[in-house]
């Protein structure tokens, strides 16, 4: 069973940093691209970042130059590194694979970033 759980989020001030964690459980994790998501209220989820097996990436325009998104094979984890945050930024954070056909999503982690 496909198990993806967010961890790392919380409320920041404007300009701050937080650290979001993905760890991922029941895939052969290595060969799976793996995304972060944002849903902010009343709008849609939208991709925020991906990363693929081969450790390529790509970014929202919103987010680029400020967020990194990395994994660790090893742990089964990736992460997303959120520098200079803006209240603009405030939304639940969801990571998102697919697998064997599939769409796996988390079940999120809040990010609150005051003015």
């Known amino acids: 069973q496909v198990q993806l759980v967010e961890s790392g989020g919380g409320l920041v001030q404007a300009g701050g940093s937080l650290r979001l964690s993905c760890a991922a459980s029941?895939?052969?994790?290595?060969?799976?691209?793996m995304d972060w998501y944002c849903q902010a209220p009343g709008k849609q989820r939208e991709l925020v970042a991906r990363i693929t097996r081969s450790g390529s990436t790509n970014y929202a325009d919103s987010v680029k130059g400020r967020f990194t998104i990395s994994r660790d094979n090893a742990k089964n984890t990736v992460y997303l590194q959120m520098n200079s945050l803006k209240p603009e930024d405030t939304a639940s954070y969801y990571c998102?694979?697919?697998?064997?056909?599939?769409?796996?999503w988390g079940k999120g982690t809040l990010v609150t970033v005051s003015s």
């Open positions: 998102h694979t697919t697998y064997d056909g599939m769409d796996y």
């Open positions: 029941g895939i052969i994790f290595s060969i799976r691209a």
